[in-house]
Every structure is written in C-alpha cells, then in structure tokens.
C-alpha cells in the first residue's frame, strides 16, 4: 500500500533553513506529482508545493514562494522541500502528498518550529 515518510523537521531559530524529505513507496514514484502541505495548530492544513512527476515544480504557496524549493529525485525515491529564511508562521506540522484519482495520500508529518 501507499506510505509516504517524511524526515527532517526539527527546531531552527527564524531566518533558519531546514530540507525535508520524504520517503516514499507501495506505487511507482516517478509517475506521479507530488506536493508538500503543512498544519499549524489551529489552522487548515494548507498546500505548500507541488511538482510533477518529471521534477517541474507548478506551485508555490505565496507565503513560501522564494524561500521554499520542492524538488525530487527520482533514482533515490524522494522528495523534498529545501526551506531557507524560515519564520516563526512556517511553524506547522510537514506532510508529504500524493493524489491518486479521487484518493489523497499523506505521511504522518514532521515537525517544524521556528523559534529563538
């Protein structure tokens, strides 16, 4: 079946950098999109970046946009999101996405705090 890992958050102090990864497998990695979303507590988890199966990045969110870069290599399985000059509002749980049809697929998240 479909799991998807991610790795990589952790405390940073703001104007930080971090890079996620996910890990991913139960399907074929390089046929498919894939997308970063985050939840900070008390919001909606939000999309953050999109890239497709070929590596083109196709969406930023606003909020991340010239700070994030989603990338992904296909060879080793993985996905990532390079985050540089990073906020106390980029504080929310990471998830790694995958859409397959009609069904939507997420990691179990991991976290990213932005304090001093």
């Known amino acids: 079946q479909v799991q998807l890992v991610e790795s990589g958050g952790g405390l940073v102090q703001p104007g930080g950098s971090l890079r996620l990864s996910c890990a991913p497998s139960?399907?074929?990695?390089?046929?498919?999109?894939m997308s970063w979303g985050r939840q900070a507590p008390g919001k909606e988890r939000e999309l953050v970046a999109t890239?497709?199966?070929?590596?083109?990045?196709?969406y930023y969110a606003p909020s991340v946009k010239g700070r994030f870069t989603i990338s992904r290599d296909n060879a080793k399985k993985t996905l990532y999101l390079d985050m540089i000059d990073l906020r106390s509002e980029d504080t929310a749980v990471y998830y790694c996405?995958?859409?397959?049809?009609?069904?939507?697929?997420w990691g179990q998240g991991t976290q990213v705090t932005v304090s001093a």
């Open positions: 890239i497709t199966n070929t590596g083109n990045p196709v």
């Open positions: 139960g399907f074929i990695f390089s046929n498919y999109g």
């Open positions: 996405n995958i859409q397959m049809g009609m069904s939507a697929y």
